[in-house]
């Protein structure tokens, strides 16, 4: 069985619909897919359509933009009730903060030269319910400024280049506590991945567990061998699920190809234990796991 537990689409800064997602997942042999766009539930619908069609195990989630002593961290919501108000404003103040960066990317890259207005990155990201800097690098991509994503955040995006600006994030405890209270699971995606953060280890990691923190990404592109194997360990020491997953974006991500890392069968059985708990302990009714 291979479970892929990570995924974007075009509701955020993948390349694909939440349809051609699944599709794509069946294609690429897998039997469980997450859809997991950035801060929210829009793709869940459509995917879901999808997987009754196909016949494919849809897991809805979100990654939701979170930050921890000042460094962003990304947390791995699966089926959370996502009508459940406190996280509806939570996702929405996110959603907010990506909108107002927008105009304020757009004006750091004319200071360099760059003629490009906030308009036309939001035509780079229609159907996008969370816009961000990708939507900036496709753009910028369309004037030939850059030749793809990564060029656009080495040269001008990423933290230190002189277009970047900070955005609003949620204190990540907070989003643990509101993602069960929503009956949800909270995952650190890629936790040792681009920010390494000090905070994300051993000691910070059993905090988070007590907080209601269920799981770690282990198996990421952006973790190496070693870090993977270190991180396996203070896993099984705080007795946390293990996931490994794409983080697929369609075209808009090299070397992120759907099932490139999967998740263990017992693993997500374990998980979906725990958001049953986490469901039937919030008396929420939260979104069911699709199954064909
Ligand atoms: P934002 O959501 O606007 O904060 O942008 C972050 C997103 O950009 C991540 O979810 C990745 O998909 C992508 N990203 C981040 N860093 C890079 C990078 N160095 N090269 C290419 N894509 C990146
Ligand atoms: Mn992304
Ligand atoms: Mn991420
Ligand atoms: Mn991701």
Same mark, same amino acid.
């Not at 995917?47 to 979170?66: D, K, N």
């Not at 780079?124 to 969370?130: L, M, T």
């Not at 990564?150 to 609003?168: C, I, M, N, S």
């Given at each position: 069985?291979? *479970? ?7 509701? !955020?800064?993948?390349? !694909?619909?939440? =349809? ?12 469980? &897919?997450?859809?997991?766009d ?21 897991v ?8 921890l002593?000042?460094?962003?961290v990304?947390l ?6 996502p !009508? ?5 404003d939570?996702?929405?103040? *996110?959603?907010?903060g990506?909108?107002? $960066? ?7 890259? $004319? ?5 490009i207005e ?13 816009? +961000? =800097? ?5 753009t ?5 400024v850059?030749?793809? $994503? ?6 001008y995006?990423?933290? +230190?280049?002189p ?6 994030a ?5 989003? *643990? ?16 991945g681009r ?5 994300? =280890? ?9 907080t ?21 360990a ?8 293990v996931?490994?997953? !794409? ?18 069968p ?5 998980l ?12 929420? =009714?939260?979104?069911?796991? &699709?199954?064909?």
């Amino acid at each position: 069985m291979r *479970i892929d537990l990570h995924t974007h689409s075009d509701r !955020s800064d993948g390349t !694909s619909s939440p =349809r051609e997602v699944v599709l794509a997942a069946r294609e690429a042999g897998l039997d469980v &897919v997450a859809l997991t766009d950035h801060d929210t539930a829009e793709g869940w619908a459509e995917a879901t359509l999808a997987a009754e069609a196909v016949g494919l195990v849809l897991v809805p989630g979100m990654e939701i933009s979170c930050q921890l002593g000042g460094h962003g961290v990304h947390l791995l919501a699966y089926l959370p009730d996502p !009508s459940y108000q406190p996280l509806a404003d939570a996702l929405a103040a *996110i959603l907010l903060g990506r909108d107002e $960066r927008m105009p304020r990317i757009c004006a750091n890259l $004319r200071a360099l030269g760059i003629d490009i207005e906030e308009a036309d990155v939001v035509r780079h990201a229609v159907g996008a319910a969370a816009i +961000g =800097r990708p939507h900036v690098a496709d753009t910028l991509v369309s004037m030939g400024v850059v030749g793809d $994503r990564t060029e656009a955040f080495d040269r001008y995006l990423k933290p +230190g280049r002189p277009a970047y600006v900070r955005r609003y994030a949620p204190a990540l405890e907070e989003m *643990i506590t509101l993602v069960r209270e929503a009956g949800g699971v909270p995952v650190i995606a890629h936790p040792w991945g681009r920010s390494d953060n000090a905070a994300l =280890r051993l000691e910070g990691l059993a905090a988070l567990k007590e907080t209601g923190l269920v799981g770690v990404e282990v198996d990421h592109q952006d973790h190496a061998p070693a870090q993977r194997a270190e991180l396996r360990a203070i896993a099984a020491e705080l007795d946390l699920v293990v996931t490994g997953s !794409s983080d697929f974006h369609g075209t808009g991500k090299n070397d992120h190809e759907l099932g490139c890392n999967t998740t263990a069968p017992d693993q997500l059985e374990r998980l979906l234990e725990l958001a049953e708990e986490a469901g039937r302990a919030a008396g929420r =009714r939260t979104p069911a796991v &699709v199954r064909p």
